[in-house]
């Protein structure tokens, strides 16, 4: 009877053991998105970026640095999560998102209606707007003259739509420093996100018109129904509330204008 009751007191404890094993192995937590995990196991997100947009997005030496990478990095920091990003002109940036080749979409991405067809948006966190931009010498001082003029404008972007829109000539460029290079005589004026132009304005002896033609709000994309939106979009909130988000504007010199 004794030897009984050990045996079933033995069993019951290994049934334990098994059940308490079972139970842990079950217990780790599912990976919901597509990203990876880096060497310490925090998610990995792709970045997809265009940098040749800065104050926004640009080069230093191999590097890509600016607004935005500061923005999506205290998101990412704020999540515990890591960015790997991957450099392309900015026409494959939004069609590379929406296929789910990317994780994230960060060039100074305007929230359209038709782009809100293929993607999933974070809140705006700026504000900007289309601008002219010229040479020095140049006989275009507002909109309206560039009625009848060659306009040159980055391939994929809102300033192409709109350029088109109204009718002007259009000379589109897959890079933003090309479509910048007003000194060749192609193009008789550049249009360009305003602080884009102001940025690259300056470093070519260029000169930005002082008439805003669009209204232009930037946020971050995401494949549609992306798991990885909603994260994004409350960190950012936070971010936008506590000041973060206007600080890296004054860190880069620019003023910053809510959405
Ligand atoms: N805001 C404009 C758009 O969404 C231009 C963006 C260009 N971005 C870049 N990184 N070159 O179409």
Redesign the pocket.
């Known amino acids: 009877m004794r030897k009984m009751k050990k045996f079933l007191a033995a069993a019951l404890a290994l049934t334990m053991v098994l059940a308490l094993a079972a139970c842990g192995s079950g217990n780790s937590s599912a990976d919901t998105n597509t990203a990876s995990g880096s060497a310490e196991g925090k998610t990995v997100v792709t970045v997809a970026?265009?940098?040749?947009?800065p104050p926004?997005?640009s080069l230093d030496g191999s590097e890509v640095v600016g607004i935005e990478v500061d923005i999506l990095q205290a998101i990412t920091e704020k999540l515990g999560m890591e960015m790997k990003l991957e450099q392309m002109?900015?026409e494959s940036?939004i069609p590379g998102v929406q296929a789910g080749k990317f994780d994230i979409g960060m060039?100074?991405?305007?929230i359209?209606e038709d782009?809100q067809k293929n993607c999933d948006f974070t809140q705006p966190y700026f504000l900007?707007s289309q601008a002219i931009v010229v040479t020095p010498d140049s006989d275009i001082t507002c909109k309206a003259d560039l009625e009848g003029k060659t306009v040159s404008v980055?391939t994929?972007?809102?300033?192409?739509?709109y350029c088109m829109e109204n009718g002007y000539e259009v000379l589109a460029f897959a890079a933003?420093n090309d479509a910048a290079a007003l000194t060749s005589g192609k193009a008789a004026a550049w249009v360009?996100?305003n602080e884009?132009g102001v940025a690259l304005a300056q470093q070519q002896g260029l000169v930005v018109l002082d008439e805003a033609m669009t209204s232009?709000p930037?946020a971050f994309a995401f494949a549609k129904d992306s798991a990885l939106t909603a994260q994004f979009d409350e960190a950012l909130g936070e971010l936008l509330a506590d000041g973060t988000v206007a600080a890296i504007f004054e860190k880069y010199g620019v003023l910053y204008v809510a959405p």
């Open positions: 970026t265009s940098p040749d947009f926004f997005e002109d900015f940036v060039s100074g991405i305007t359209t782009r900007a980055q994929g972007t809102t300033a192409e739509e933003n360009v996100d884009v232009e930037y």
